[in-house]
């Protein structure tokens, strides 16, 4: 199997080998081995989870950094819309692109230009009957990445267009090639980007061969020389650049694709344990009476993203305001053959990460075990053998990557002293005068 | 020799945030086994049903399933009070659940029916005062 690539990294050196990551992973990929954690690589989706909680700043995301531009001879900008909301009095998100432009960007495009022509180009495909619904958005990386690993079944529904950074990083190389006569390996494309996952479904797309993005830079990263640029622009300096109304815009944040579709049977769930909950029901048919339902790994959505500078309400809330004084849409597609433009070219596959062997009876001998082992086990999820839980350490164990040993409380189980256990495993009642003092008060 | 797992659920009464969860685990064992996305909708689907129907009608119950190399049997057993006429419950959109429970989406009459259709054999008994046993199974092609 190819080598599966990942933005989300693991600094050893920062890393204590405490386990708040483990437990907060969506699929169960990270293990604590020899005081560090470790990322099983083919469970991995990039949502970038890890990075929020890890108290050391040991899990990072590895993005491209502006002088990365210096390798093409024209560069191009991509900006999310999640970067509009990064800025305290923000009235006209010109002063955003031009800042851009300042950075050494040749031209830039918006990304939420692309997201309507994606907004127009479902609304076309909704009419027919094509599509599998309830539809599922591929807008967000992680989602799609999280269905190919637990919710394979979920696949058909998957709504097969490109994500706007891809279909945005195709206008813009067209048009740059028409206006310069480049060539098009001397056009750099960079995505402004809110998340880990976005770069890694550049690096390693699903759904079609090959982006047309050369790069993701993180919103943080080109943060503050962006400021500084922004602030010194007077207005006459600041161009016309933006082509995109609230529809594109509104995509920076949960529900805003769903409701560019300006239909009413949908449903927008954002935050990775809300999004499970949700695929979850899908996947029992419990939603049927949905047309599209629009998925965010993030909180909030995009302002949400992990490499973002803004709490994503507060983007949010500025989003809004935005987007008051903007034209609905500036972006439509005509015809079908447009639509092609905009599609998918290959499917996408199903990945057998979870699955314990390829052979349903070898499974199954497998799972017996696990059963067994898991039974076996204190079943307190507490972490100390390095796997997010009990279940996850039986399983280890079947794979024969772990051993039942590393279970603290199951040497508890042959007996003896439980002094040298840290608190909550001693089998010694709490100070009798707090407990005393607690029904005085009860 | 043939493998088999078995699995055995409680399903706690008039306890609504809890019911699928059985379900919930069966799937996800099912899905580990690399069994077929078709057969592991049908399981989950009339699995859930079932326990649905065991918070509703019968103050919970027991699931026993197995899982066998060619098929996922399911057993569904309640000591609630019995099903009067079994062929009017079979019918699309009749139930017996009452305004309250209604009110909160269940009791569409589509329980029994959606297990008969989504398994591959379906067995009822089912007497007045002791309970029902419902034995279903989903092949896996």
């Not at chain 1, 619904?133 to 919710?151: D, E, G």
Request: aromatic fraction near 6%; charge should be negative; proline fraction near 5%.
């Amino acid at each position: 199997m190819a080598k599966i690539f990942h933005s989300v990294r693991l600094d050893d050196e920062k890393c204590v080998g405490c386990t708040n990551c483990i437990k907060r992973c969506p699929t169960e990929a990270i293990r604590v081995r020899n005081k560090k954690a470790y990322i099983i690589s083919d469970r991995c989706i990039d949502c970038g989870e890890c990075i929020r909680v890890c108290p050391q700043h040991a899990k990072y995301a590895v993005m491209e950094r502006l002088e990365e531009t210096t390798k093409y001879k024209y560069n191009i900008a991509l900006p999310a819309p999640a970067l509009y909301g990064q800025f305290n009095n923000l009235e006209n998100v010109d002063y955003v692109l031009t800042g851009l432009k300042r950075l050494g960007f040749d031209k830039v495009v918006e990304v939420s230009k692309a997201a309507e022509y994606i907004s127009s180009a479902t609304r076309m495909m909704m009419e027919t009957d094509t599509l599998k619904k309830p539809v599922i958005s591929t807008a967000c990386p992680a989602v799609v990445r999280l269905i190919r690993i637990r919710f394979p079944n979920l696949i058909p529904n998957l709504l097969p267009l490109f994500a706007p950074v891809d279909f945005a990083a195709r206008i813009a190389r067209e048009e740059a090639i028409k206006e310069t006569g480049l060539k098009d390996e001397e056009i750099g494309v960079f995505f402004i980007s809110p998340c880990p996952a976005k770069r890694t479904a550049l690096k390693n797309p699903l759904g079609y061969s090959k982006s047309g993005v050369d790069g993701a830079i993180a919103i943080k990263d080109i943060y503050p020389q962006l400021v500084q640029n922004m602030d010194k622009l007077k207005l006459e300096d600041v161009e016309v650049i933006n082509d995109s109304g609230i529809i594109g815009v509104g995509w920076a944040s949960s529900g805003g694709e769903a409701a560019g579709l300006l239909k009413e049977r949908y449903l927008a769930a954002d935050g990775i344990r809300n999004v499970i909950n949700v695929l979850e029901e899908l996947e029992d048919e419990k939603l049927n009476d949905l047309d599209f339902i629009e998925l965010n790994c993030c909180t909030s959505g995009c302002v949400g993203g992990v490499l973002t500078v803004e709490n994503p309400f507060v983007a949010k809330a500025r989003i809004q305001r935005l987007r008051k004084f903007m034209p609905v849409s500036c972006n439509s597609i005509r015809n079908e053959y447009e639509l092609e433009e905009l599609s998918l070219t290959e499917e996408v596959t199903p990945s057998p990460a979870l699955k314990l062997a390829d052979n349903v009876v070898k499974a199954m001998r497998m799972m017996s075990e696990l059963k067994k082992i898991e039974a076996s086990l204190p079943g307190l999820d507490c972490g100390i053998c390095g796997a997010p839980s009990c279940r996850a350490l039986a399983d280890d164990i079947v794979r024969g990557y772990a051993e039942e040993t590393d279970c603290v409380l199951s040497k508890l189980q042959l007996g003896g002293n439980t002094d040298w256990l840290p608190a909550p495993f001693r089998s010694k009642v709490i100070n009798e005068e707090v407990g005393e003092e607690k029904n005085d008060e009860g | 020799m043939s493998e088999s797992i078995k699995l055995h659920y409680v399903v706690p009464g008039d306890d609504f945030t809890r019911a699928g969860a059985a379900s919930g685990d069966v799937k996800r064992t099912l899905k580990q086994l690399g069994i077929s996305p078709n057969a592991i909708r049908n399981v989950a689907i009339a699995m859930y049903e079932g326990e649905i129907n065991m918070v509703i009608h019968a103050g919970g119950g027991e699931i026993d399933v197995e899982i066998t190399e060619d098929k996922i049997n399911m057993v569904l057993a309640d000591q609630g009070p019995g099903i009067a006429d079994v062929s009017l419950a079979m019918k699309e959109g009749y139930s017996t659940a009452p305004d309250n429970i209604r009110s909160l989406g269940f009791g569409a009459g589509m329980g029994l029916p959606n297990m008969k259709k989504y398994s591959d054999s379906f067995e009822i008994e089912t007497e007045l005062g002791v309970g029902t046993t419902l034995k279903l199974s989903v092949n896996i092609e």
